[in-house]
């Protein structure tokens, strides 16, 4: 193993005192095992190993995020492991690779959501009442998590249309998904809201790898005006206790604290934003809205051809089961299938989500709707 070096490292302007490798240093630690390396078959793991034997790197670009998490896994196993996963991901989201399972899985705890924010499909009003609103039973969840580990799905994220939090066994799903071995990262979003002190342990104890909190503003008013129905003030206090207790009882914690603005008016002070969230998370990032308050109502981009690397590289089930492209067709206009009686790789492999895939490589986006108008561009 190579030896750490950097001690109290500053990474997303936090301080960690974990070690953080180099990228050097990590195909070193993995060369020096590379003999007791096992892969199992997977030609992804043995191109890994073949690489890292003949020409001392890692076959595909690796960023300071994936550098991080391979610093924190104990065995050079480990590190191979999530690195095929991350491999695996960069060539469906890059290259449109079609695998027997979806790299990354964003399963929804519930559909409802405490907020109505403007530039959010939670003010559709066709959309909040049934059949669209529920909540995950514990049984489908289990089921899913297990599903996900036997599949190697390395990533998955606890939220998708509402607040994830309101579900009243939020942090023993959490706690589930810590215990599976092949699911390497774990990331939830919360607007923040009911970000108790017993959640916020939860999520530091079940090495939550990111939680992102939707934040939009630094001034009361007019965040209060973005996140319709939400306390300012509450909500900046429950960040301020998340980080608190991090600081406090997790110093060691691979957790990222991530507050992460939508810029809906376009004249964000950034510098501003940044400044007033800062001290309370680890990372600050602001982007601007993509148009899915009202999704099938936008108008066409027909100049928008290329294909969405979501159909290739990751699967959202909604809190009944139902398997979507994304969250921009919040309506499910196309479902591919329904993990509540089927499973997650036949579903994955259904026949529909092909067709859905030749449509895009053939640059026909446009027979889908809300493809044809939601105006995310991977070109
Ligand atoms: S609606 Fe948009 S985000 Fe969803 S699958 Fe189609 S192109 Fe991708």
């Not at 190579?2 to 990228?23: D, F, R």
């Not at 199992?40 to 670009?61: M, Q, V």
């Amino acid at each position: 193993m190579t030896e750490a070096i950097y001690q109290n490292l500053k990474y997303h302007g936090q301080k960690v005192v974990s070690s953080i490798l180099t990228e050097e240093q990590l195909v070193i630690s993995l060369f020096n095992d590379i003999d007791n390396l096992i892969d199992n078959g997977h030609l992804l793991k043995k191109e890994i190993i073949n690489n890292i034997k003949s020409f001392k790197n890692i076959p595909f670009p690796i960023s300071n995020h994936e550098i991080f998490y391979c610093s924190n896994l104990d065995t050079p196993q480990e590190k191979l492991n999530y690195l095929n996963h991350r491999y695996k991901f960069y060539k469906a989201n890059k290259f449109h690779e079609e695998y027997e399972s979806p790299p990354y899985l964003l399963l929804e705890p519930v559909s409802a959501c405490n907020l109505r924010c403007p530039m959010c499909f939670q003010i559709d009003k066709t959309f909040t009442r049934k059949p669209f609103m529920g909540i995950m039973k514990w049984d489908l969840f289990t089921r899913l998590i297990d599903e996900a580990e036997e599949l190697s799905v390395g990533s998955i994220t606890l939220a998708s249309r509402g607040e994830p939090t309101m579900h009243p066994k939020y942090s023993e799903m959490l706690k589930y998904i810590s215990k599976k071995k092949n699911i390497f990262e774990l990331k939830t979003n919360t607007n923040g809201t009911f970000l108790s002190e017993d959640i916020c342990h939860s999520i530091f104890n079940s090495g939550v790898s990111t939680v992102v909190i939707s934040a939009d503003h630094y001034e009361k008013e007019k965040f209060e005006a973005l996140r319709k129905g939400s306390n300012f003030d509450k909500i900046v206090k429950n960040v301020m206790q998340l980080n608190e207790i991090k600081n406090k009882y997790y110093k060691n914690t691979r957790t990222e604290i991530r507050v992460s603005g939508i810029d809906f008016h376009k004249n964000l002070d950034r510098e501003k934003f940044n400044n007033f969230w800062q001290p309370y998370c680890d990372t600050v990032s602001v982007g601007y809205a993509v148009e899915r308050w009202d999704t099938y109502a936008n108008e066409p981009h027909p100049e928008i051809k290329s294909p969405c690397s979501f159909l290739w590289d990751r699967m959202y089930v909604w809190w009944d089961g139902k398997a979507n492209p994304c969250d921009a067709d919040y309506k499910s206009y196309m479902s591919y299938g329904d993990v509540s009686t089927s499973t997650i790789k036949d579903v994955w492999n259904s026949k529909k989500l092909k067709e859905f895939r030749e449509l895009h490589l053939k640059k026909e986006r446009g027979c889908l709707n809300p493809c044809d108008r939601c105006g995310l561009d991977f070109g």
